[in-house]
């Protein structure tokens, strides 16, 4: 049987989205229809919202799940009607909180907040147009800049990930692509050589890169596998021997990439998610 | 007096991190010092967290909080035993949704999962591939692709949305500069005119916008306070005009203007976040 799962918040629906796909993907023999209804900031918007479950629940039989981050106790209220199992993420966990750091929380005396600071809004616009600025190697004078600078071979995920740390963590972020002569030299490039402590490698599956690379240039040189699995072979000795420290990027997702790049080089956020 | 808050997970951490803020942005009047220890994924990576808690907590003279996703029993054991406070996701929450939807949870049988899989892994990439290939107009013979393409004038915050709906929700966004001469014919420009119903616009305070074009050109014609107002003036009157829905990115975050995007358009989510 299907289930509908809700994500509800005043705000962007993010954080009660995250958690709740966290919580359902314990249940895998269970399908979920997924909605998210963000600011649901009136009365009126919650009682449209509340209206909605009622119609999902009774027309799959079941009572849907509620995920949510309302603040306002009216709003709650009315939520709190609804033919659903609710899962109340603030009222769970602040309590505890409370008790712990002997203050009572916003949340307690009814008071919205947002945690959006105007200082991290530009420090992630700043870090995402120097990711774009610093994408394939495009310039090289502003790597003194750079928190880390990402290399591999073409097709093997620089890109995203770049963009991953800036907008998630603000971290500013190159990327410059080994070619095959960069590698023919069996050294760093010289405009990389300066800048040694900030490089990171990436690597993928041969297989998997010539099938990325087949994608965007079918049955070309550049996306046979005897071409991905022999620049593969060389990039990865390449970081070996200058002890450039690696991951592949096979079977993960940008999200995992990143944090794992994160937690390896010891970087730190710059942003308050 | 400064608090440390932990984030620790088997897997990248984004849960217990997205989480845990918000609950500790309801706490304003307290300082935090936020640590993610992402992939505590076996007993020594375990015991090594336990013991940088219990140290943070005796030099800062009060227990950590710990907001933590971890699956594995005995790995939960040894985190249980830290002078920490411990807001335990899924334990909480878990119970409640076995018993309504009447199975176990993958977390009850002890098993991990990943929520990763590869079909939103490329949904993504594709996603961000588009945000990029159709930035500032740079092709218009993929808008038949586009699932939403974003008007504005130039720096009002089109590329970070285009990429941020792309990275999220795997939406392909596109995204078009209005310039002067756009909008001195007084119409939507021709290359738009058959995608006019995935049109979205974006506006911006011309004091902000202003401060925005002087840090990348400062004191230039195109930075002027004159020129903003006007470019302001004339976008909002041609989405007006026009029927094109828009918002300001004023004051908003990315992840805001992304989701009331979302929302207004009834665009849905093409990956699970």
Chains 1, 2 share one sequence.
């Not at 099938?211 to 990039?235: G, M, P």
């Amino acid at each position: 049987m299907k289930r509908t799962a809700y994500f509800i918040s005043d705000g962007t629906g993010i954080t009660a989205e995250t958690l709740g796909n966290s919580l359902l993907a314990q249940f895998e023999a269970i399908e979920f229809e997924r909605i998210t209804l963000p600011y649901i900031d009136s009365i009126e918007k919650a009682e449209k919202a509340v209206a909605k479950i009622n119609l999902a629940a009774e027309s799959s039989g079941a009572p849907a799940i509620v995920f949510d981050t309302i603040v306002d106790k009216k709003i709650r209220t009315i939520i709190d009607s609804a033919n659903a199992l609710k899962v109340d993420i603030f009222a769970a966990f602040l309590a505890p909180l409370e008790a712990e750091l002997k203050v009572e929380s916003s949340y307690s005396v009814g008071k919205s907040h947002s945690s959006t600071t105007s200082t991290s809004y530009l420090a992630r616009i700043d870090a995402v147009n120097f990711a774009l600025d610093n994408d394939d190697g495009a310039r090289t004078r502003q790597y003194a800049e750079a928190d880390i600078i990402l290399v591999g071979v073409s097709r093997s995920g620089k890109t995203p990930t770049c963009l991953y740390l800036a907008m998630q963590f603000g971290i500013k972020a190159a990327n410059y692509p080994l070619t095959e002569e960069d590698m023919a030299d069996l050294k760093v490039p010289a405009s990389l050589q300066q800048h040694r402590h900030k490089l990171f490698g990436l690597t993928i599956d041969p297989d998997r890169l010539a099938a990325i690379r087949n994608e965007r240039r079918a049955n070309s040189r550049y996306a046979s596998l005897k071409q991905c699995y022999h620049e593969i072979d060389e990039v990865e000795m390449l970081y070996q021997r200058e002890q450039i420290p690696f991951l592949s990027t096979t079977d993960r997702s940008i999200e995992e990439i990143s944090t794992r790049i994160m937690a390896e080089t010891g970087l730190q956020r710059r942003l308050q998610s």
